[in-house]
């Protein structure tokens, strides 16, 4: 696989090799001595992912790629920090990734946990989970006050909050955006059937 330089092109390597996973024919590329060895000195993934931790969201086995092609940023619920912002920058600016996935799921915990303490039913003690939960709660409440109370509704509605925050607060990935070198594409992951959905886009990935 050459390595694709265009935002139109870096999505459409990771919509084929979502497809090939959902298949069951994955081609695992890139995953080999030689590979390993090529990059040794230095890496140029095409893409980041900033998605949820969730054990089931593999990155590079959900799209098919290898070493060195995504450049990956997790956390439960993928909720925006500093360290994430500045990680996402770092792909983008120093990386020169060509497109940003930020990528949920159906039946997040994490949302679910955001959901529960909006009732008051929040199980999980630890205190820095409530960390988590905080960040997800301005969306819950704008989707409960909006009438919408299915866990996938205020997933989708996360995705979207989530990529504003980003264009938002990162000068870095706005212009990148404006310059046509980068796309920022928000999707839903379907747990059983392996599937990416996308949600949607800013700036051009066709
Ligand atoms: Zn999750």
């Known amino acids: 696989m050459t390595r694709p330089n265009t935002p139109a092109q870096a999505w459409s390597a990771l919509v084929d090799g979502n497809h ?3 298949e069951g024919s994955p081609a695992h590329p890139n995953q080999d001595v030689d590979r390993r060895a ?3 000195g230095a890496q140029i993934p095409f893409a980041a992912l900033f998605g949820c931790a969730d054990s089931r969201l593999s990155a590079e086995i959900i799209f098919d790629v290898g070493l060195g092609d995504l450049f990956v940023v997790r956390n439960a619920g993928q909720v925006i920090a500093e360290t994430i912002l500045g990680s996402l920058e770092y792909a983008v600016e120093v990386l020169g990734v060509s497109v940003i996935v930020v990528l949920g799921h159906d039946e997040c915990g994490a949302i679910r946990a955001a959901m529960d303490s909006s009732i008051g039913k929040l ?3 630890g205190e820095f989970i409530q960390n988590i939960v905080a960040r997800i709660q ?5 989707a409960f006050a909006n009438g919408k109370h299915h866990i996938d509704e205020v997933t989708e509605l996360h995705i979207h909050d989530t990529i504003d ?5 990162s000068k870095v990935i706005r212009e990148a955006v404006e310059t046509g070198k980068l796309g920022v594409v928000g999707a839903n992951y379907k747990l059983a059937l392996g599937e990416i959905h996308p949600i949607t886009t800013v700036g051009s990935v066709e």
């Open 165 to 169: 925050e980003i264009m938002t607060r």
């Open 123 to 125: 199980r999980a003690k």
């Open 138 to 142: 301005p969306t819950v409440t704008t």
């Open 38 to 40: 090529a990059l040794a």
């Open 20 to 22: 090939r996973f959902v």
